[in-house]
């Protein structure tokens, strides 16, 4: 694969509402473009060695993460339950709902990657744990602090 090329197979969950870029503000789209390469994919990196890093995203209602590009083998859990509206580089949005400890694992080959954003459309806390793995295919993304 080439190294501008993408996931093609994503394991995404949720209902899809709306596909080519349908319903995406100029805003938005200018977001993917600025943040296109931003490995901070968690609002929190709360450990880091030479095998994993370990994220947290804690979103309150209406809040949202930025367009971030996961690039690293991860797995991403959920600590409680809720709602969330994504939106990914291929010009897809999708509402997913979470359970509590529901876990998805995400696999990247060489060149692959997933760039999306998330956004809490529920009406309660919406937190995760994220799990990178430091020794996938691709070269970890820069994070600040690291």
């Not at 692959?112 to 295919?137: C, R």
């Amino acid at each position: 694969m080439s190294p501008n090329s993408f996931l093609s197979d994503l394991p995404l969950a949720g209902t899809l509402i709306g596909e080519n870029f349908d319903g995406w503000s100029d805003e938005l789209r200018a977001e993917f473009d600025t943040h296109a390469f931003d490995g901070e994919v968690g609002s929190r990196l709360l450990s880091e060695n030479d095998r994993v890093r370990v994220w947290e995203i804690r979103l309150a209602p209406g809040e949202r993460w930025h367009a971030h590009r996961h690039v690293l083998d991860y797995f991403w859990t959920a600590v409680n339950a809720g709602i969330s509206r994504q939106h990914t580089f291929d010009g897809t949005t999708r509402d997913v709902s979470y359970s509590v400890g529901e876990t998805r694992h995400f696999h990247f080959a060489a060149g692959e990657y997933l760039l999306h954003d998330i956004e809490n459309i529920g009406d309660s806390e919406l937190i995760f744990t994220t799990v990178e793995h430091m020794n996938s295919e691709n070269e970890p993304r820069p994070v600040r602090g690291s």
